[in-house]
């Protein structure tokens, strides 16, 4: 099993940055792709970034593209959240999520971490 802990979400004001980590312990070897999620309230949650473990291969909502970056450190099993420009819409609960390669491959995700809040201000 792999437990996923996120932290750094907090208040900010448009066009001000945020970074948030999710710290990957467990059964690591296993991730084949990890990712990042919001939902907002009231709203379906939603795919914001994905990252390969080993690779490093990337790809990111639209809304998102040029304002945040995903990235990982394989050594100390953290994956990062990048993000710049934020604006009020970006309020949410983000959440990473893993999945290893069988799940990926059908879209779903093997674990979840427990969120952590983004609250952008006008």
């Known amino acids: 099993q792999v437990q996923l802990v996120e932290s750094g979400g907090g208040l900010v004001q448009a066009g001000g940055s945020l970074r948030l980590s999710c710290a990957v312990s467990g059964r690591a070897f296993i991730i084949y792709a990890m990712d990042w999620f919001r939902q907002a309230p009231g709203k379906e949650r939603e795919f914001v970034a994905a990252?390969?473990?080993?690779?490093?291969?990337?790809s990111y909502a639209d809304s998102v593209k040029g304002r945040f970056t995903i990235s990982r450190d394989n050594a100390k099993n953290t994956v990062t959240l990048q993000m710049n420009s934020l604006k009020p819409e970006d309020t949410a609960v983000y959440y990473c999520?893993?999945?290893?390669?069988?799940?990926?491959?059908?879209?779903?995700?093997?674990?979840w971490g427990q969120g952590t809040q983004v609250t952008v201000s006008s």
């Open positions: 999520a893993a999945a290893d390669f069988r799940s990926w491959r059908v879209n779903e995700y093997d674990s």
């Open positions: 990252i390969t473990w080993s690779g490093g291969s990337t």
